[in-house]
């Protein structure tokens, strides 16, 4: 558990981010919260000759809610987005599935930035990203541009965003009254992962549905999607089940995560149902 | 103080002794993170070691080349098996009568064990040069399954091929380490065969570790101009250390001081020896400088000692009334690579035989068969006397089968079968003499105090309506008396690598009327600091908070055999209690000698003595103090102060009555503790306030060990549990509220009384989890399914009971 060496760097805006992660390339890497990343270090399943710190900058602040758009600054902690009450009533989802990630020490420091660059299959953010369908902008040495969080994902730990490129902010469609919006996360104690969790929201004849850690990406289903917003809650967990590819590890077999996915994907839809309008 | 103002109770009052619940003297530096761990131990030129560890369970060590590492800047010095060898130190005797090897000699039998130990002047460097060691492994055949092991060609320990005695008698197999028998076969077989009733299980106790928050590690100091030797270490039994490093190092022993500093928890991990000490020690030796070695969470859950992995084939059997007539059980004991279970040397299966429990079972029979596999060693008692919980365990689930078998009530078949409170002292059919108990009016308060039958009564209505579709919940009540056999204990059959398990206290009493107190115990957040000068105020009549407490530095404190099996209060506080008598004795002397009349006309009020028949002619405990430095009595030679070592004439046996409440989903099996109610006896109670501490503490990993926490392994021998997201600790989010209550039934040897009660609470809390997830599925027919209960494994009992449709 104890990290190789590395440079660590603090730049102040977002082009000299760019700047180092440019002369670095592959040896270079950017930290926010690190609470991915630092692990991995101490793992040593990560290790980078350079580390660049983005506490400092200043543009990758801040929460602005809008009335059809919501903005995240990529350094928004996880603690930030629980105790904003503007952005818990534009959209209480993202407050009820940040309380669902890790504990208070964690989310103090986590980023929203980190947790939806880092890839993991295991981060709630991504399936709550697809289901609220945010987009998420990216610089780097080319420019700016910005990537569906649904196009986002390609495989554990790969995602549209190249080396070079740093996710700036998160844009949110407001969803409009009479949505209702649910996270359903089964873990086995505080600090874990989920064993399976779905993001739904519904109402207005439209659903979306999203779930965590059940393949190697987050899973949007569109057909789920689909069937919920036609009020087919059968239709949806099986296209949902259908859509997933759980594997086995010390949560449990692929059979019983099936068997939670469906059960989460169901009190989802009943919780979100229930405040639809 | 010569205040007669105050009246008896308000002077034993200021003295905070036994019964007060006395706030703990630790906690100042702890909760302000002033302790002083090992970790915070800084010598001037200190390097730094760290382990190359073996990624395979079972592979011979082909080579081991250490240039790239050597050639890193910072780098010392790289240890292997090569290396210690000329000092005889690659190998180290285990405290079971096995040898282990320090650095992998030829061939590594579990994952994580230590090949070759990097030394450099700073932790990241000896980090980094860990990796650039490049070590050529050829993979071998991996058993971790003891039934296979006992069937397979495969040799584990090819170092004791043809031996066929082993320290424990006869061996049957290559990868079989001994048989330990108790009890009557032929006549518990009998009873089988004749029996109204039969039960007969597999209980299977899984393989899990104590994981204290602070991980083992040692800084050794050898000083080359005095040739003594310092090792700093987290050690249970910091005397026994320094006999085991003089023993095997050839240093002689007074020129070894150990040094248990502040303990961040043992729960038994710190009791055996470990590479690393001897690393440490060896390096220091070699480079004439101190050498720091503390292990990260990885490899203490990998390497350092686990516990249980004890799978025991059960038989209990009963008159058709439930009066149990005998049990009969048979242990396969998974120990790993090398058998390094940490119990008293005729007992290598630890107290196991204490499986009849809190109950009177004329026949019994016990046979326990250890076994080697690719895993790491240990079989330390976590937070129990040596196998006491897995024999708990055992006998209460054992109790829970046999109920159903009988189609009755499982409380009442207990209380038809408990030792009753005139049996005592009670002779148990494997051999222990339990010293006292009051089984029925505990576990009658406990019914009551969680009204059983209204639980009961719930729980039908729950299965009714479970069957009628209206909930998805399922309630269980978990029943749980355990009876432990701790204080280990009298020298006569009790012994770690022949050292007999006595312990031992000194005090001596400053002019001023305060103290200092020393013991051969080491607390690990017991609060010995606080209790034992509890015990010690109420003997002598000084205030607790002017006595002083030290453990842990073998060059002042007396000789101890540490602090594990519940042991501290029952030996140590013995001892506490003898020695205090000692000074209380002298002073009765002085105090005669100073009031002028007769010594046995004096007698002792609270904190003095007083003349008989005029209370108001007295002399304080603190006058006395300073009269034995300041007066030249005749006859009595100056000062005041005391040594006793105390050889326990039985073990204690503390017992409790434990109820959990608990509510399970039985389509995502998730469980919610809606009650736990644990009635502890500990005999004489201390402090009550630091008693319903361990017990909210023990109770909590005993929720672990039972709902989740287990060292796992693939078929590979890889861990799948290493980091502690994995491995199940509970926060205070799983942590539930508990109800602590207690009967008391002093002990009748020890001199006041006390049992010990650290790891009651674990012991009875594991089965009393387990029964309650059991008891939730047996009205739909569930017998035995084994620990731990995470979700997916309730949620398979659930399913393989058909609940999911
Ligand atoms: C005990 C524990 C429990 C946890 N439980 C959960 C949980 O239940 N659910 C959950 O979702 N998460 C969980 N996490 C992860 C936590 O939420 C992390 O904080 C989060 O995954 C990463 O955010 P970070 O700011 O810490 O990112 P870092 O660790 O700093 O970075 C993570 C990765 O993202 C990259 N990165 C970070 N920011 C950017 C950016 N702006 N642009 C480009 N790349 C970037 C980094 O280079 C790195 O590869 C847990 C973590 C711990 C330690």
């Known amino acids: 558990m104890i990290p190789a060496g590395f440079e660590y760097h603090r730049p102040g805006d977002i082009a000299s981010a760019i700047g180092i992660l440019e002369e670095h390339g592959d040896e270079a890497r950017v930290i926010a919260g690190g609470h991915s990343l630092i692990p991995m270090m101490k793992l040593r399943m990560a290790e980078m000759g350079h580390l660049v710190d983005l506490q400092a900058i200043e543009e990758l602040k801040g929460i602005e809610v809008g009335s059809d758009t919501v903005t995240l600054g990529a350094m928004v902690t996880q603690h930030e987005l629980i105790t904003h009450d503007g952005l818990a009533a534009a959209i209480p989802l993202i407050r009820e599935a940040a309380l669902q990630i890790a504990d208070p020490q964690v989310r103090y420091v986590g980023t929203v930035g980190g947790n939806v660059a880092n890839g993991d299959p295991g981060n709630d953010m991504p399936g709550l990203m697809q289901c609220l369908n945010a987009t998420f902008d990216l610089s780097g040495p080319d420019g700016n541009r910005s990537v569906a969080a649904r196009e986002f994902y390609e495989a554990a730990y790969f995602t549209a965003r190249e080396d070079e490129e740093i996710l700036t902010r998160i844009s949110i469609p407001v969803p409009g009254a009479g949505v209702g919006q649910a996270y359903e996360k089964q873990k086995r104690k505080i600090g874990d992962y989920a064993t399976a969790a779905a993001a739904v929201m519904v109402g207005n004849g439209t659903a979306s549905v999203a779930m965590t850690n059940l393949a190697d990406t987050p899973v949007w289903s569109e057909s789920a999607s689909a069937a919920l917003a036609d009020g087919d809650v059968n239709g949806c967990v099986a296209a949902m089940l259908d859509a997933i590819e759980p594997v086995a590890d010390n949560r449990g077999p692929v059979e019983f995560k099936k068997h939670v996915a469906g059960v989460m994907l169901r009190r989802a839809i009943d919780r979100a149902q229930n405040r639809a309008g | 103080m010569n205040d007669q103002t105050l009246t008896p109770e308000e002077r034993a009052a200021n003295l905070k002794g036994m019964g007060s619940s006395r706030k703990r003297v630790e906690d100042v530096r702890f909760t302000q993170g002033k302790g002083n761990y090992v970790d915070d131990i800084k010598l001037d030129g200190m390097l730094f070691g760290d382990f190359v560890r073996s990624p395979y369970a079972h592979a011979r060590v082909v080579s081991v080349n250490k240039e790239a590492a050597l050639a890193l800047p910072g780098v010392i010095a790289v240890l292997t098996a090569e290396d210690l060898s000329p000092l005889g130190l690659h190998w180290m005797p285990t405290l079971a009568g096995d040898k282990q090897m320090v650095l992998a000699d030829g061939k590594v039998l579990f994952q994580g064990q230590e090949v070759a130990f990097v030394v450099a002047e700073d932790r990241y460097i000896a980090a980094d040069a860990a990796e650039l060691v490049e070590v050529e492994y050829e993979e071998l055949p991996v058993l971790t399954d003891p039934f296979e092991a006992l069937k397979s060609d495969v040799v584990l320990r090819e170092d004791l091929e043809g031996q066929t005695e082993g320290a424990h008698g006869p061996r049957k197999h290559h990868n079989h380490i001994f048989t330990w028998e108790q009890g009557d076969k032929d006549a518990t077989e009998a009873i089988l065969a004749e029996a109204d009733v039969v039960a007969e299980e597999m209980v299977y106790y899984h393989r899990t570790h104590p994981c204290p928050l602070e991980t083992c590690g040692s800084v050794a100091s050898m000083d080359k101009v005095t040739g003594k030797l310092t090792l700093y270490g987290t050690f249970q039994a910091p005397h026994a250390i320094r006999t085991v490093v003089s023993l095997i190092s050839g240093i002689a022993e007074h020129n070894i001081r150990v040094i248990s500093p502040d303990i961040g928890g043992g729960f038994g991990n710190k009791v055996g020896a470990y590479a690393g000490y001897v690393c440490s020690v060896v390096a220091s030796i070699v480079t004439g400088k101190p050498v720091k070695w503390v292990e990260d969470r990885m490899e203490n859950l990998m390497s350092t000692a686990f516990a249980r992995d004890y799978w025991m084939q059960g038989k209990i059997a009963a008159t058709k009334d439930g009066k149990i007539t005998g049990l009969w059980c048979h242990t396969t004991a998974d120990h790993g690579g090398f058998d390094a279970c940490a119990d008293p040397t005729k007992f290598p299966a630890g107290f196991m035989n204490i499986c009849t429990g809190s109950y009177d079972i004329p026949t019994a029979y016990l046979a326990v068969d250890g076994v080697y596999t690719n895993k790491a060693p240990g079989g330390v008692a976590y937070r129990c006397s040596f196998r006491v919980t897995e024999a708990a365990y055992f006998i209460e689930r054992m109790i829970e089968v046999l109920a159903i078998k009988l189609n009755m009530d499982a409380a009442e078949l207990r209380r038809i079968n408990f030792i009753k409170a005139d049996q005592f002292p009670y002779q148990s059919a494997l051999g222990w003499e339990y010293d006292s108990g009051d089984y029925h009016t505990a576990w009658d308060k406990a019914l009551k105090a969680v009204d059983y039958e209204g639980l009961r009564a719930e729980q039908a209505q729950r299965v009714e309506e479970f069957k009628a579709g209206k909930t998805r919940k399922l309630l269980g009540i978990g029943l749980t008396h355990f009876t ?322």
Request: aromatic share 10%; charged share 20%.
């Open chain 2, 484 to 805: 432990e056999i701790v204080g280990a204990g009298p020298v006569k059959n009790c012994d770690i690598l022949g050292l007999g398990m006595f312990d031992s206290c000194e005090i001596r009493i400053h002019p001023t009327g305060s103290a200092i107190a020393r013991l051969g115990t080491i607390s690990q957040g017991q609060g010995h600091a606080t209790t034992f000068a509890q015990i010690i105020a109420s003997e002598i009549g000084l205030p607790a908070d002017d006595i002083t407490l030290e453990e842990g530095d073998t060059d002042t404190a007396p000789y101890g055999l540490g602090t594990y099996g519940s042991r501290s209060t029952p030996v140590a506080g013995a001892a506490t209690a003898m020695a205090a008598r000692k000074i209380r004795a002298k002073a009765q002397m002085i105090a005669a000698y100073l009031l002028e009349v007769h010594d046995d006309d004096v007698e002792w009020d609270v904190d003095r003595f007083a003349v008989k028949g005029a209370p108001e002619r007295f002399k304080t405990m603190k006058e006395i103090a300073f009269a034995a430095y300041n007066q030249a009595i005749p006859g009595l030679e100056p000062g005041l102060e005391a040594v006793s070592y105390y050889d326990p004439p039985n073990m204690t046996y503390p017992f409790g009555a434990y109820i959990c409440v608990m509510e399970i989903d039985v389509d995502t099996g998730e469980w919610d503790v809606r009650k736990f109610y644990a009635l502890d006896d500990c005999g004489t109670r201390i402090n009550p306030m630091i008693i319903d501490g361990q017990v909210h503490g023990g109770v909590t990993e005993a929720l672990a060990i039972a709902m989740g926490q287990e060292i796992a392994y693939d078929e590979m021998g890889n861990v799948k549990t290493g980091t502690l997201m994995d491995f199940f600790l509970p926060t205070a989010w799983e942590t539930p509220n508990y109800i602590t209550d207690y009967t008391v039934t002093p002990s009748p040897h020890h001199p006041i009384g006390a049992k010990g009660v650290g790891e009651s609470p674990n012991v009875g809390g594991v089965p009393c989890f387990s029964n309650a997830v059991h008891d939730a599925f047996r009205p739909f027919g569930l017998v035995q399914s084994h620990m731990p209960h995470d979700h997916w494994r309730i949620w398979k009992i659930a399913n393989g009971l058909g609940m999911h449709g």
